[in-house]
């Protein structure tokens, strides 16, 4: 089964921060990557699809790369509304998906 | 304006059914992927079961499989998720979320719904 694999699980950080999360799978996905933000009792937000596309509306502060078995997502110039739980999303098997296991990014 | 709005969560003992509904508009329905992803208490997101867009070909994740049933009402725009066998690890939200693009199934979901909690428990 393909995993992904994300790092770290909890991240602390300040405003104006740079900060950067990593997401590993066990297999070649291509860039069929996307990233969620997701807030205490809110459903998940897309920000990222194929791995580096930024989702109209999303602040530019945020950016994905990479490919293949490697993605990071970045986000500069941390906002206090940045503070949240991020999820990597492989759709190389879609429709079955995969999430990784989440990054809380607190202060 | 595109929005999903789920419903049919409650509380059920093991064993129980339910029946969740996603209740869509401002989208052509049939044509897109749409999904069902739930999120156990303090946990993180997990897939549960998706069908493709302009088909019925239905996928399950194996904690489900044989256990739940996606199914779209084309009638009433409305996507369905009948769990039965319900199980205590079943306890989630459970949110429907709309494929991005219609063609490239990659980019993602795009649109999710509010959530509808099911708690199994005796």
């Known amino acids: 089964d393909l995993q992904l694999t994300q790092s770290p699980s909890f991240l602390s950080a300040s405003v104006g921060d740079r900060v950067t999360i990593t997401c590993r799978a066990s297999?070649?996905?291509?860039?069929?990557l996307a990233w969620y933000q997701q807030k205490p009792g809110k459903a998940p937000k897309l920000l990222i699809y194929?791995?580096?596309m930024l989702q109209s509306g999303v602040p530019s502060r945020f950016s994905g790369s990479g490919s293949g078995t490697e993605f990071t997502l970045t986000i500069t110039d941390l906002q206090p509304e940045d503070f949240a739980d991020y999820y990597c999303?492989?759709?190389?098997?879609?429709?079955?998906?995969?999430f990784g296991g989440g990054t809380k990014v607190e202060f | 304006e595109v929005y999903l709005l789920e419903s049919g969560g409650g509380l059920v003992q093991p064993g129980g059914s339910l029946r969740l509904s996603c209740t869509t508009s401002?989208?052509?329905?049939?044509?897109?992927?749409m999904a069902w992803v739930r999120q156990a208490p303090g946990k993180g997101l997990e897939w549960v079961s998706g069908?493709?867009?302009?088909?019925?070909?239905?996928h399950y994740a194996d904690s489900v499989k044989g256990r739940f049933t996606i199914s779209r009402d084309k009638t009433k725009d409305i996507l369905h998720l009948q769990m039965d066998s319900l199980r205590v690890e079943d306890t989630a939200v459970y949110y429907c979320a709309k494929d991005h693009n219609l063609l490239f199934y990659y980019y993602g979901m795009d649109v999710w719904g509010q959530g509808t909690t099911v708690t199994v428990s005796s």
């Open positions: 069908i493709r867009g302009g088909g019925d070909n239905a």
């Open positions: 999303q492989q759709l190389n098997t879609y429709p079955q998906v995969t």
């Open positions: 297999q070649d996905i291509r860039n069929f």
């Open positions: 401002g989208f052509i329905f049939n044509k897109f992927g």
């Open positions: 194929a791995a580096s």
